[in-house]
């Protein structure tokens, strides 16, 4: 395990870029983002066929005789499936959540080989997912506040042009436009490093055997806090919700963020 260790981790970001990629392109119809999604999932196809070809004729076992080795074959096939499906048909929704579900799936097996092993580099690897985990969810809290902010001086923006106030101020605040569309776009970024967040949070917390509570707030409260961003690009994409509709649902939505951060955490029984 201790000498695989950062071929894993690397697999585990080209896999989260991948996602992050296949997001944007879910949410915006972005060919950009999907090409560069593709390639790096290409990439993860590849390691993971090295390691798979290694195991079945050098080692001589087929990876399916075990719960454990059959997580690593189990991520191979849905990865080779969502590369045939983005290259021959134009499904690409299901793309994505083909994808999240394999990189569940792969993370599972690195972690519970690294239970398995319990060698120091093996608790290593563990204790560097759980960084991982906070780091995520924190940048995308990051977004979540750019994205507050631009919404703020969206309404300040409105509200002046309303009344015909602070002319000489306006330029400053930026057009209404791009502050709606920069505002969107920090939560395009954000939603799905929070859910890969929260993923690597909950296999963490089940391969380390840590006291894990599913109704624990600050758990309940990060999850809430992911379905009202979901629910913001379902209203925006779906439903066509923008300007300062949007904006307000946006500053609400962050207020939600804060009370999850600062209030549930002192009240959590599992988290900071």
């Not at 071929?7 to 060919?31: A, M, R, V």
């Not at 309404?155 to 330029?171: A, D, P, S, T």
């Not at 439903?239 to 209030?263: D, H, M, R």
Request: hydrophobic fraction near 55%; include cysteine.
């Amino acid at each position: 395990m201790f000498e695989t260790k950062w071929i894993y981790e690397i697999i585990l970001i080209i896999y989260g870029l991948s996602l992050t990629c296949y997001f944007i392109d879910f949410i915006q119809n972005n060919q950009k983002a999907n090409r560069i999604a593709f390639w790096l999932l290409s990439m993860v196809w590849i390691i993971q066929s090295f390691f798979l070809f290694k195991q079945v004729f050098l080692e001589n076992s087929f990876p399916v005789l075990s719960l454990y080795d059959g997580l690593f074959f189990y991520s191979w096939v849905l990865v080779t499936f969502s590369l045939i499906i983005n290259r021959l048909f134009t499904i690409h929704f299901i793309v994505f959540f083909t994808n999240l579900f394999g990189f569940f799936i792969l993370l599972m097996y690195i972690l519970t080989e690294a239970q398995q092993e319990r060698l120091e580099h093996g608790v290593q690897l563990v204790n560097e997912i759980l960084i991982t985990h906070i780091t995520l969810s924190i940048v995308s809290y990051g977004f979540f506040t750019l994205s507050f902010l631009l919404s703020i001086m969206y309404l300040i923006q409105y509200q002046l042009l309303k009344n015909k106030q602070g002319m000489k101020w306006m330029w400053r605040l930026g057009d209404l436009k791009q502050l709606d569309r920069y505002s969107f776009i920090a939560i395009t970024l954000g939603v799905p490093l929070l859910l890969l967040g929260i993923i690597l949070g909950v296999v963490w917390a089940y391969v380390a055997n840590a006291e894990f509570y599913w109704f624990d707030l600050k758990t309940f409260g990060s999850i809430f806090v992911l379905g009202v961003y979901a629910l913001y690009l379902l209203l925006r994409m779906v439903k066509g919700y923008q300007g300062k509709s949007i904006a307000i649902y946006n500053t609400a939505a962050f207020l939600i963020l804060l009370i999850n951060f600062l209030l549930f955490s002192l009240l959590s029984n599992f988290h900071f």
